[in-house]
């Protein structure tokens, strides 16, 4: 009885153990060379194809992995999931980032497991550390949190913060959140903007490809982009009326108008993400859309690549964007296009202010606006629109400078590794 206890309790141990399916993709380090290496954590959040579900994670990664590469890494990516410290002992790491973006905080659906999330952060942290690695969070929002100092994503944050050596977070509000969590986590934290800044499109060949999907771009009016958020059009009743409304106005101003994905589902080509919601509002309003055609098959990754750059290319391009996605608006901003937002989180005035700009005078429905929808607000549209070339100088002069921040937070990361 004893034996098969034991060999019952041996099995429960592997499996308990065992890395998960999502681990099955990642491409390990081989034996260790004269490269020093680094560990990319990145959202768990995959479509069947291994490429990430929300794109504006994509262009972090690739923009975190060339300058990683710049400067002589090796760069492994793995997904935000339980990993055995010795399989991280064995790759030897010299860095691990956590580019999570924005899940520590109770604004999220309890979907987003923001509990979950910090504590695997925080193991994987503490199994890279162990191993001699310098351990930090990529620029990201946090917060809010609970006022209640034992409430149980609080105190999760808490141990998550023993094993980073630094917490890079992008805005002032997000520094004060974690500082009411913890008055001992101040001495690790720093501001740095989001490392998608460092990201560069191609605005001619995003012309090109709206060119193909059937805007005019030799006829000289202005090219406005839509980007729209499936969980917005969710929780707002009066999404497509607001949508519509927006549409209308630029119509009216003599812009070509075009839908724009900014992500892309994990359940298959039957979830109704962002490129449905782009496929539906085009069906509604007759507006060109950038969204993928139904397939009975799922695009290679090497396709599912190339596309996502081509929407990056062409929001480098535009005269103007509505953007519903924090990573499309910042893509925007970061490319110099005027971009208004909606908001639903200290994120998007926070954007603006470090550019220099007026948040009231860019986020529809108002800086205090928590729901994400238009609020069918206007005026502000409208006189963002009307200023877009004073914008565009704005962000020609301030992009640079916090271009110089992101690759200061690169260099800082680079070069602690040396003395860890």
């Known amino acids: 009885m004893r034996s098969i206890r034991s060999r019952i309790a041996s099995r429960i141990k592997r499996l308990l153990h065992r890395e998960p399916d999502r681990l099955s993709g990642v491409k390990w380090f081989s034996e260790k060379g004269t490269k020093p290496r680094a560990i990319l954590q990145v959202s768990p959040a995959v479509q069947p194809n291994g490429v990430l579900v929300n794109f504006g994670d994509q262009v972090v990664y690739w923009a975190l992995t060339e300058a990683l590469t710049n400067r002589n890494f090796e760069v492994l990516r793995v997904p935000r999931t339980f990993i055995a410290p010795r399989r991280i002992k064995s790759q030897q790491p010299d860095l691990f980032l956590d580019l999570s973006g924005f899940i520590y905080s109770v604004a999220h659906h309890k979907d987003m497991k923001s509990i979950d999330a910090a504590r695997i952060t925080g193991r994987n942290a503490r199994a890279c550390k162990k191993a001699g690695a310098f351990t930090a969070t990529a620029p990201q929002t946090f917060g809010p949190f609970s006022d209640q100092r034992n409430d149980p994503l609080n105190m999760e944050m808490v141990r998550m913060f023993k094993e980073l050596d630094t917490i890079y977070v992008r805005d002032d509000t997000s520094h004060s959140h974690l500082c009411k969590i913890s008055s001992d986590v101040e001495p690790k934290l720093k501001i740095v903007p989001d490392t998608a800044f460092l990201y ?180 502000t549209l409208a006189a963002a629109w009307q200023n877009r070339s004073g914008t565009r100088e704005i962000l020609k002069r301030t992009v640079p400078g916090i271009r110089d921040r992101v690759n200061q937070f690169i260099d800082d990361v680079t070069n602690i590794h040396h003395h860890t």
């Open 200 to 379: 560069r499109s191609d605005a001619q060949a995003g012309r090109a490809l709206l060119k193909q999907a059937g805007i005019d771009v030799e006829s000289g009016r202005p090219v406005a982009g839509i980007i729209p958020n499936r969980q917005i059009s969710q929780r707002s009743s009066s999404f497509m009326e607001d949508i519509k409304r927006v549409i209308a106005f630029l119509k009216d101003e003599g812009a070509e108008v075009v839908l724009i994905p900014h992500e892309h589902g994990r359940h298959g080509i039957n979830e109704k993400d962002d490129q449905y919601l782009c496929r539906l509002i085009s069906e509604e309003t007759g507006v060109i859309n950038l969204a993928q055609e139904r397939s009975e098959s799922y695009p290679s990754s090497e396709f599912e690549l190339n596309y996502i750059r081509g929407i990056e290319n062409v929001i480098g391009s535009l005269d103007f964007l509505v953007s519903q996605r924090f990573h499309g608006a910042l893509r925007g901003v970061s490319e110099t296009v005027p971009t208004v937002t909606t908001s639903w989180s200290h994120k998007y005035p926070q954007l603006y202010t470090d550019l220099t700009l007026s948040p009231e005078k860019f986020i529809l429905g108002g800086e205090g606006a928590t729901n994400g929808s238009f609020e069918q607000s206007l005026d």
